[in-house]
């Protein structure tokens, strides 16, 4: 399926404007591109879509008025293509990827999360990013229906146990300590995999 297989994933999951993509690439900042990489699940899901309803890609890939206006039909095609198959793009995210370490910075739905377990046992690492109404209407965030209450918003508030869960309400230090940590447990994870590697039995 893929060139390499993985040592660690990081599940990411937040509701918008938590922050997923400011933290995810701090996070491959600290650890190096060499080492690790973030795949995104949207991003071959904005693919196709485009190539289907002849669209701007790289439009749909950033975070301006282009992408809303089609976010919610986005949002019901993209519902539609994973009813046909659970990891669909879950497949197409992970193709080219080699670093022994993977972020997959957008997980929105249960079978997102079922679908990583099941392919990678053990090695799934679920983290939140969380942030207070105020502070996600101060970077833009308005609530809209059709959006904010489906399950590409809401599939993950119920029913995950999350490993790590990173408040981002503006606090760099708080944000640093929190990073730390996290950091911390993905090293003490990869000297556990590096131990098993080589452990040979007598």
């Known amino acids: 399926m893929t060139a390499t297989q993985p040592r660690t994933i990081l599940l990411f999951s937040g509701k918008r404007k938590s922050g997923k993509d400011y933290v995810t690439d701090l996070i491959q900042k600290r650890l190096t591109t060499d080492m690790c990489c973030i795949l995104r699940l949207s991003a071959p899901l904005k693919h196709q879509y485009a190539k289907d309803h002849k669209l701007d890609y790289e439009e749909l890939l950033g975070s301006g008025q282009y992408k809303e206006s089609y976010r919610a039909d ?62 996600r209407s101060q970077r833009g965030w308005r609530f809209t229906t059709g959006i904010d209450d489906a399950e590409s918003e809401c599939g993950l508030d119920e029913g995950v146990k999350f490993d790590c869960i990173i408040r981002n309400d503006g606090a760099d230090d708080i944000l640093e300590k929190q990073l730390g940590d996290l950091l911390s447990l993905i090293k003490s994870r990869e000297e556990d995999s590096e131990t098993q590697n080589n452990f040979k039995p007598d």
């Open 74 to 135: 986005m949002i019901r095609w993209g519902e539609m293509k994973r009813q046909q198959d659970s990891g669909f793009f879950c497949r197409l995210a992970i193709k080219h990827a080699t670093q022994p370490i993977w972020i997959i910075s957008d997980c929105r739905r249960m079978s997102d999360v079922r679908w990583f377990r099941e392919e990678f046992p053990g090695k799934c690492v679920c983290v939140r990013v969380e942030a207070s109404e105020q502070t």
